[in-house]
């Protein structure tokens, strides 16, 4: 049998307590509240051995899942006094229970009834409460009295919240680091030496000397290495080209050299003597008229000369073109300084070089500063945030970064970086509290099964939990 009725104030006088002693005759020794795929199931044992009955009345003990305004009434256990036994025998529709429910004698009351019930789960149930009600009638069904307890505060249990999980990073026995940048130098037709007031030279070669005076004026680090790569255009034979390109870049050697006192053989050069892998990028990004046709020459595996000798030939207006607007570019100097960061060891310097030069931290120092904020702060999710940038393809750098995200309930922010975190157990743990915070446990569980059997040991309570999350029990003691 199965009841709907709309809540009165009979009963909404229900005692809340841990158990059902405070209803009169009747003692909950345990009880599972449970959900089973679309089913609700309720188990209780009922000591009834202190109940007692008159003979002109009945008691009826009736569970009740309750939410707001709306209580569903389960199978009741009907307690007959002996008259009142006869007088339902006669007439069942005098009854205040049915065929569904369980019907005793007041003397043939066994000490302890087991009770066994399913109905549909219904989504108004999430949250609801589960009511233990004993209603006492008299001649003519007129109610006597109401009472009643609350076995199940809530159902289900308040919302799963995981532990998350942070990884400390390996410290760098040396932090390596570096900065690059392209110079534009230019240089007279066929020569090679260096003239600094030669069209805009003096603002290119600040680009390389300012970027080396930023490194050096930092007491923390340390330049242990400085290359110089240069690059030539297409245009003219590839053996002249050659000659400029090595030429020009030892010239550009030598005049750092000639600036800084550094230690012999810091400064290391190389050249690239025709850039036509810029030419490629160029044109491919190009509104061309013959697009199509001078990306098949470049890519070909033509000799360099040849294949200029194509593109003048074949193309004169295009090349005209990329004289004047690509060629330039492709003439340039790359430049990389390596420089070795020293170690930082107390929270405050930490924080510190954070919040003014964090390029300069490794990740365990950002887990070391991490360790002293509040779980769930703001300035613990700038913290991750900030290292994820410095690292953006650091698999840990990720990984904490998405915890840290999941922390803020920003779902699709941690899902991308989950995204670059690798495929260590311990993400398939943190895809699974992203599940368990979303409160779908069914998706959340295969994640943290795989991350148990890699070895993720917090999986396994956590696994638990969420499968008894829809699961109350309660035994006396």
């Known amino acids: 049998m199965r009841r709907f009725i709309y809540l009165t104030l009979l009963l909404l006088t229900v005692v809340s307590v ?43 003990i009736t569970p009740h899942i309750v939410r ?25 529709t005098l009854a205040p229970t049915s065929d569904d429910d369980l019907e005793f004698r007041s003397k043939d009351l066994p000490s302890v009834v087991n009770y066994h019930t399913i109905v549909p789960f219904e989504e108004w149930m999430d949250g609801c409460k589960l009511i ?3 209603a006492d009638c008299g001649c003519a069904n007129t109610e006597l009295s109401r009472e009643g307890s609350v076995l199940v505060d809530r159902f289900p249990l308040e919302p799963y919240l995981p532990t998350l999980l942070y990884i400390r990073p390996e410290a760098e ?28 030279n003096v603002e290119e070669l600040r680009k390389i000397t300012g970027t080396i005076d930023s490194v050096k004026a930092d007491k923390d680090v340390t330049i242990t290495a400085i290359s110089i790569k240069g690059y030539a255009s297409p245009e003219g034979s590839y053996s002249n080209n050659t000659r400029l390109a090595k030429g020009r870049t030892e010239a550009l050697k030598r005049y750092v050299e000639n600036l800084y006192n550094f ?26 008229t013959h697009k199509s046709a001078i990306l098949d020459i470049i890519r070909s595996d033509a000799a360099p000369d040849v294949k200029e000798k194509l593109l003048r030939n074949r193309y004169s207006n295009d090349y005209l073109h990329l004289l004047e607007h690509c ?9 990389v300084i390596e420089y070795n960061v020293r170690q930082y060891s107390s929270v405050e310097e930490i924080e510190r070089i954070m919040n003014t030069a964090p ?29 994820v940038r410095m690292y953006p393809d650091d698999e840990i750098a990720n990984f904490n970064a998405a915890n840290s995200a999941m922390d803020k309930r920003d779902y699709e922010r941690a899902e991308r970086y989950l995204q670059k975190a690798g495929d260590r157990p311990e993400v398939n743990y943190s895809r699974g509290c ?32 969420l499968k008894n999350h829809w699961k109350v029990t309660q035994t006396k003691r």
């Open 18 to 60: 841990a158990n059902a002693q405070s209803i009169t005759g009747v003692n909950v020794e345990s009880f599972t509240m449970e959900r089973n795929g679309n089913f609700v199931v309720v188990d209780m044992n009922l000591d009834l051995s202190q109940l007692e009955v008159k003979g002109t009345e009945s008691a009826v």
């Open 68 to 92: 707001d305004s709306i209580s569903m009434a389960l199978k009741s256990i009907g307690v007959y006094g002996r008259n009142r036994y006869f007088v339902y025998e006669r007439n069942q």
């Open 132 to 134: 233990l009600e004993r």
């Open 173 to 200: 026995q040396t932090k390596s680091r570096s900065v690059s940048g392209s110079a534009f130098v230019d240089f007279a037709v066929n020569k090679t030496d260096i003239r600094t007031n030669f069209r805009n």
């Open 263 to 288: 230690p012999e053989g810091l400064i290391t050069t190389s050249y690239e003597v025709e850039d036509w892998a810029g030419l490629e990028r160029y044109v491919e990004a190009s509104t061309l």
């Open 327 to 335: 060629y330039p570019a492709l003439r340039h100097s790359d430049y």
């Open 359 to 387: 390029q300069k931290l490794s990740l365990e120092e950002f887990y070391i500063l991490a360790k002293t904020y509040e779980p769930g702060s703001e300035e613990l999710d700038e913290l991750w945030e900030i290292a």
């Open 434 to 465: 992203i599940e368990a915070l979303r409160e779908d446990y069914a998706a959340a569980i295969p994640y943290l099964e795989e991350a148990l059997k890699g070895g993720v040991k917090e999986a396994e309570p956590m696994l638990e939990a």
